[in-house]
Nanobody
Framework: QVQLVESGGGLVQAGGSLRLSCLAS????????MGWFRQAPGKEREFVAG????????YYADSVKGRFTISRDNAKNTVYLQMNSLKPEDTAVYYC????????????????????WGQGTQVTVSP
């Protein structure tokens, strides 16, 4: 069983930056594909960014491309989401997710393919 704990959310003005962190328990984090998703009020959960187990490949939703960066530090069991040039439409609860299929060769976009989820962290961007 893997537990994921997000942190780093908060209130920021439009144009500002935040860095989210997701700390994973367990000794096999370095073999998991990881992803970030978000859910705004009244909307479905949507993919934001994903990263391969090795960190060598990343993928972003078009809405955040060029503004957000996903990265990971396998020695610290942590995945990050650096969010720059934030917009009010980025306001949502952000979740990290892990896929337990070890050493998967691709980045995962579909939420149904993730096995573990964090509790979420709120990001609010004011105009």
């Amino acid at each position: 069983q893997v537990q994921l704990v997000e942190s780093g959310g908060g209130l920021v003005q439009a144009g500002g930056s935040l860095r989210l962190s997701c700390l994973a328990s367990g000794r096999t984090f370095s073999s998991y594909a990881m992803g970030w998703f978000r859910q705004a009020p009244g909307k479905e959960r949507e993919f934001v960014a994903g990263i391969k187990w090795s960190g060598s490949t990343t993928y972003y939703a078009d809405s955040v491309k060029g503004r957000f960066t996903i990265s990971r530090d396998n020695a610290k069991n942590t995945v990050y989401l650096q969010m720059n040039s934030l917009k009010p439409e980025d306001t949502a609860v952000y979740y990290c997710a892990a896929d337990r299929s070890r050493f998967r060769s691709n980045v995962i976009i579909n939420s149904n393919e993730y096995d573990y989820w964090g509790q979420g962290t709120q990001v609010t961007v004011s105009p």
